[in-house]
């Protein structure tokens, strides 16, 4: 059963903008923070982008995306968004979008719960 789907990806020029979704189950949604990561082709690791508390709004940003990405919640659709402003090249990758409990405060773990992923092609 698939339990977190991505939408929005696509390929922008340097300096666009991008909105990614991630409609998560309800069970997901009720009992976990939210977030995202990235992974760059041809890389193993995946890199932590932004996470959420959906129940008290704090958030957390990976520096590389500080004041460019913003990271927001909309409870009533069980969906989390990344709006992604001023993308660059190095911000090409497939997103994805996460669940689990260390998701905020951010501890850097494997998250229990993936989405299928969404490209994010930025050309310069």
């Known amino acids: 059963e698939v339990q977190l789907v991505e939408s929005g990806g696509g390929s922008v020029q340097a300096g666009g903008s991008l909105t990614l979704s991630c409609v998560a189950s309800?069970?997901?949604?009720?009992?976990?923070?939210m977030g995202w990561f990235r992974q760059v082709p041809g890389r193993k690791e995946r890199e932590g982008v932004a996470?959420?508390?959906?129940?008290?709004?704090?958030?957390y940003y990976a520096d590389s995306v500080k004041g460019r990405f913003t990271i927001s919640q909309d409870n009533a659709k069980n969906t989390v968004y990344l709006q992604m402003n001023d993308l660059k090249p190095d911000d090409t990758a497939m997103y994805f979008c996460a669940a689990d409990p260390t998701l905020f405060p951010w501890s850097g773990g494997a998250p229990n719960y993936w989405g299928q992923g969404t490209q994010v092609t930025v050309s310069s």
């Open positions: 309800e069970y997901i949604y009720s009992r976990n923070c």
């Open positions: 996470g959420i508390d959906t129940g008290g709004g704090g958030t």
